[in-house]
C-alpha cells in the first residue's frame, strides 16, 4: 500500500470546512488522498486541492473506508451519526462540534495546553468551542506561572462562527439598513429559534440557546470546556458571549484572578511572548492592541491591552483576539492531527 495518510474532511463547503482544506494543502503531514464530503446537497461540486479538482461527495458511512484522519466539520447531529461510523472503519475522528467534547472517554484538545492527553483517545478526539480555545492558549501560560482561580470573560464575536449563511446574513442585513429597508433577519442569533434580530449595527448578547440558568449554551461550553482542558474543576469560570457585526476574528475582554500575585505587566508580557501559539500587541505608547481585522488569516492568538487591576492584587485584564476559523476552528484540528503523529499516535 502506498505510504500517507488520507484525510477527509466533512463539511468540507462551510465556513470552517473550507479552511481546513486551505490548511490541510499547507500541511507537512504526508497526505496521499484527500477526500471532500458534505451534504446530498453539495454533492458533485468541485474544489481544488493543490490545484487539482476533487469533487465533494455527500458523507455516508461508507465514506470512511481506507481513511486515516477524518475532520467533522458539519455540526453535532452528523458527527454523532457519522463518528462513530469513522472510528469503525479505522479512522481516527478529530471533531470540530460539541458532540463529544464532554464525554469523559473523548479528550478535548488544545495542542499547546494539553497535548498529552491525545494519548487516551479512543478513536474520536474533540475540538474545544472558538471561544475556549482562543482563551485557554493565552491563559495556559499564566496559570503555569501564577496558578488561576477565576476566568471572567465578555466575549465580541464574528458571525463567521455561526457558519456560512451567517456570514451572508450579515452583508443583507447590512445593505437592508443603509438602504433604510426593514430588517429581515433569519439565521441570527440561533438557526430555528422563535426570533430572530438584525445583526447589522447591532450587538446581540446571545449566542446558541438558552439553558436552565440563564446563561446560553455558548457560555456553558466555555465554562465547561475551559475547566475540562485546564483540567481543574475548581477554577471559577464565568462568560458573557455576544455575536457583533464583524465576518471574522473573536474578541475577548478576560479577567483572571490568580492564585499568586502577579509581580508586574513586564513580566507577563515576558510569559506570553514566549508562549506557543501567542503573540503580544500590547504597546498603548504606539496606540498599538490586537483588533479582529488584524488577526484573520493568521494562526495565533493575540493578546493586548494587559493591566493589573487597580484594586485586587491579584487580578488581571487582558484582551484576545483570535481568528475564529484559523486557531479557533481548523487550524487547530489541523495541529492535532500532526501532534498524532509527532507522538506517533496514528500510522503513516
Ligand atoms: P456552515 O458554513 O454552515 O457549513 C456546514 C457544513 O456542513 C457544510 O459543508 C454543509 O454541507 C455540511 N453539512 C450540513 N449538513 C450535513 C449533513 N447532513 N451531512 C454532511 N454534511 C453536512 O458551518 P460551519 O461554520 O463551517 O460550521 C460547521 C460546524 O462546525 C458547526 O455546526 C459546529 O458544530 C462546528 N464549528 C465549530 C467551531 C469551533 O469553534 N470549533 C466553530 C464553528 C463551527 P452542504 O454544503 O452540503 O450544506
Ligand atoms: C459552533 O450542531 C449544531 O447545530 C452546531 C452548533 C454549533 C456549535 C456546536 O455546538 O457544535 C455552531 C457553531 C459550535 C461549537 O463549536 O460549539
Same mark, same amino acid.
Given at each position: 500500500?502506498?505510504?500517507?495518510?488520507?484525510?477527509?474532511?466533512?463539511?468540507?463547503?462551510?465556513?470552517?470546512?473550507?479552511?481546513?482544506?486551505?490548511?490541510?494543502?499547507?500541511?507537512?503531514?504526508?497526505?496521499?488522498?484527500?477526500?471532500?464530503? &458534505?451534504?446530498?446537497?453539495?454533492?458533485?461540486? !468541485? *474544489?481544488?486541492?493543490?490545484? +487539482?479538482?476533487?469533487?465533494?461527495? /455527500?458523507? #455516508? $458511512?461508507?465514506?470512511?473506508?481506507?481513511?486515516?484522519?477524518?475532520?467533522?466539520?458539519?455540526?453535532?447531529?452528523?458527527?454523532?451519526?457519522?463518528?462513530?461510523?469513522?472510528?469503525?472503519?479505522?479512522?481516527?475522528?478529530?471533531?470540530?462540534?460539541?458532540?463529544?467534547?464532554?464525554?469523559?472517554?473523548?479528550?478535548?484538545?488544545?495542542?499547546?495546553?494539553?497535548?498529552?492527553?491525545?494519548?487516551?483517545?479512543?478513536?474520536?478526539?474533540?475540538?474545544?468551542?472558538?471561544?475556549?480555545?482562543?482563551?485557554?492558549?493565552?491563559?495556559?501560560?499564566?496559570?503555569?506561572?501564577?496558578?488561576?482561580?477565576?476566568?471572567?470573560?465578555?466575549?465580541?464575536?464574528?458571525?463567521?462562527?455561526?457558519?456560512?449563511? &451567517?456570514?451572508?446574513?450579515?452583508?443583507?442585513? !447590512? *445593505?437592508?439598513?443603509?438602504? +433604510?429597508?426593514?430588517?429581515?433577519? /433569519?439565521? #441570527? $442569533?440561533?438557526?430555528?429559534?422563535?426570533?430572530?434580530?438584525?445583526?447589522?449595527?447591532?450587538?446581540?448578547?446571545?449566542?446558541?440557546?438558552?439553558?436552565?440558568?440563564?446563561?446560553?449554551?455558548?457560555?456553558?461550553?466555555?465554562?465547561?470546556?475551559?475547566?475540562?482542558?485546564?483540567?481543574?474543576?475548581?477554577?471559577?469560570?464565568?462568560?458573557?458571549?455576544?455575536?457583533?457585526?464583524?465576518?471574522?476574528?473573536?474578541?475577548?475582554?478576560?479577567?483572571?484572578?490568580?492564585?499568586?500575585?502577579?509581580?508586574?505587566?513586564?513580566?507577563?508580557?515576558?510569559?506570553?511572548?514566549?508562549?506557543?501559539?501567542?503573540?503580544?500587541?500590547?504597546?498603548?505608547?504606539?496606540?498599538?492592541?490586537?483588533?479582529?481585522?488584524?488577526?484573520?488569516?493568521?494562526?495565533?492568538?493575540?493578546?493586548?491591552?494587559?493591566?493589573?487591576?487597580?484594586?485586587?492584587?491579584?487580578? #488581571?485584564?487582558?484582551?484576545?483576539?483570535?481568528?475564529?476559523?484559523?486557531?479557533?476552528?481548523?487550524?487547530?484540528?489541523?495541529?492535532?492531527?500532526?501532534?498524532?503523529?509527532?507522538?506517533?499516535?496514528?500510522?503513516?
Amino acid at each position: 500500500m502506498e505510504n500517507g495518510l488520507a484525510v477527509a474532511i466533512v463539511g468540507a463547503t462551510g465556513a470552517v470546512g473550507s479552511q481546513m482544506l486551505r490548511l490541510v494543502e499547507e500541511t507537512s503531514l504526508p497526505i496521499k488522498q484527500v477526500k471532500l464530503l &458534505a451534504s446530498k446537497r453539495s454533492a458533485g461540486v !468541485t *474544489l481544488t486541492y493543490k490545484g +487539482q479538482p476533487i469533487t465533494v461527495e /455527500e458523507a #455516508l $458511512p461508507e465514506s470512511f473506508e481506507g481513511i486515516d484522519i477524518a475532520l467533522f466539520s458539519a455540526g453535532g447531529s452528523v458527527s454523532k451519526q457519522l463518528a462513530p461510523e469513522a472510528v469503525k472503519r479505522g479512522a481516527v475522528v478529530i471533531d470540530n462540534t460539541s458532540a463529544f467534547r464532554m464525554d469523559p472517554n473523548t479528550p478535548l484538545v488544545v495542542p499547546e495546553v494539553n497535548e498529552d492527553s491525545l494519548k487516551q483517545h479512543h478513536g474520536i478526539i474533540a475540538n474545544p468551542n472558538c471561544s475556549t480555545i482562543q482563551m485557554v492558549t493565552a491563559l495556559e501560560p499564566l496559570r503555569q506561572a501564577y496558578g488561576l482561580k477565576r476566568i471572567i470573560v465578555s466575549t465580541y464575536q464574528a458571525v463567521s462562527g455561526a457558519g456560512q449563511s &451567517a456570514i451572508e446574513e450579515l452583508k443583507k442585513e !447590512t *445593505l437592508r439598513a443603509l438602504n +433604510q429597508e426593514p430588517p429581515k433577519p /433569519e439565521i #441570527l $442569533p440561533v438557526k430555528g429559534a422563535e426570533k430572530h434580530y438584525s445583526i447589522a449595527f447591532n450587538a446581540i448578547p446571545q449566542i446558541d440557546v438558552f439553558q436552565d440558568n440563564l446563561f446560553t449554551f455558548e457560555e456553558i461550553k466555555m465554562i465547561n470546556e475551559t475547566k475540562k482542558i485546564m483540567g481543574d474543576d475548581e477554577i471559577a469560570v464565568a462568560a458573557t458571549c455576544v455575536r457583533l457585526p464583524i465576518i471574522t476574528g473573536h474578541a475577548e475582554s478576560v479577567y483572571i484572578e490568580t492564585n499568586d500575585i502577579i509581580p508586574d505587566v513586564a513580566t507577563v508580557r515576558e510569559i506570553l511572548a514566549s508562549a506557543p501559539g501567542v503573540t503580544v500587541a500590547d504597546d498603548p505608547s504606539r496606540q498599538l492592541y490586537p483588533m479582529p481585522i488584524d488577526a484573520v488569516g493568521k494562526k495565533d492568538v493575540f493578546v493586548g491591552r494587559i493591566r493589573k487591576d487597580p484594586d485586587v492584587e491579584n487580578g #488581571l485584564h487582558l484582551w484576545i483576539v483570535s481568528d475564529n476559523l484559523l486557531k479557533g476552528a481548523a487550524w487547530n484540528s489541523v495541529q492535532i492531527a500532526e501532534s498524532l503523529v509527532e507522538l506517533g499516535l496514528i500510522r503513516v
